[in-house]
């Protein structure tokens, strides 16, 4: 299977401190791949380097076996990676239709291309809501709107980096915002490296997983040879072993 995201022995600083250290990760084409691992341990970090919002202070980034780690975040966007922050995600002054029309006018795409309509299957509520002013939506409207604008993103390799999507939101809201995540690599064709904190949730969807710790990688397997209950005793053995240091 074809890599569309390699990260090797990568390093960055974030507000000054050493965050991720010699970190080395892979998404292969129309995978998605989950990355799990308690706060502070530098997931958020590694999917701002990845996007181009941070630089890395050394290692390489190759999307499609280009280097990209030195090239700018709109440069990267252009290339199709798709970045979704925890936050400032959408213009909450703009309706949801709004919304939308500007994620096209980034991509230089009319807003009544097929790209909307396919976009909006995955997310119906959206339809109902095309007029509302977004900062009227509820926690999970806001995060379907804010999923759907970097899926306008139409390049042939879309590389999804979504960053806590279901953060704060009810259990049935999770299931049906991942959900929309899955069958966006299905119908979209897109390959999607997820940070998650709904760790059963992350398994249930992703094809392997990546769990992080004090920002290197101590766990790297198939998503089905998992369950949560391991990664908690990894986590606990991870937590003894610095108590104990």
């Given at each position: 299977?074809?890599?569309i ?45 990845i ?34 922050r ?5 213009f ?11 994620a096209?006018?980034?991509?230089r ?32 409207e ?9 899926l ?10 979504l ?26 064709s ?9 760790v ?46």
């Open positions: 299977m074809a890599k995201l390699s990260v090797n022995k990568v390093c960055a600083k974030y507000h000054k401190r050493m965050v991720l250290q010699q970190v080395s990760i892979d998404v292969n084409k129309g995978e998605i791949v989950a990355i799990v691992g308690p706060n502070g341990a530098g997931k958020s970090t590694l999917l701002k380097v996007s181009g919002e941070l630089q890395a202070i050394s290692g390489s980034i190759e999307m499609k076996g280009k280097n990209i780690a030195r090239k700018s975040q709109s440069r990267r966007a252009l290339m199709g990676i798709g970045y979704l925890q936050s400032n995600n959408i909450p002054s703009l309706t949801v239709k709004e919304n939308l029309e500007l096209n006018l980034v991509n795409n009319n807003v009544q291309n097929d790209r909307t309509q396919r976009v909006i299957e995955l997310f119906p509520d959206l339809r109902v809501l095309w007029k509302r002013q977004a900062a009227l939506l509820s926690g999970g806001h995060q379907m709107l804010a999923i759907a604008m970097v306008m993103n139409e390049s042939p390799d879309l590389l999804l980096l960053d806590e999507p279901s953060s704060r939101l009810a259990p049935g809201m999770v299931d049906r915002l991942l959900a929309a995540v899955k069958n966006a690599r299905e119908q979209l897109a390959s999607v490296l997820i940070v998650e904190h709904h059963r949730a992350a398994l249930s969807i992703s094809d392997r997983v990546y769990l992080l710790k004090a920002g290197s990688v101590c766990l790297a397997e198939d998503s089905k040879s998992l369950d949560a209950k391991r990664i908690g005793h990894v986590f606990m053995g991870l937590a003894n072993s610095s108590a104990n240091k």
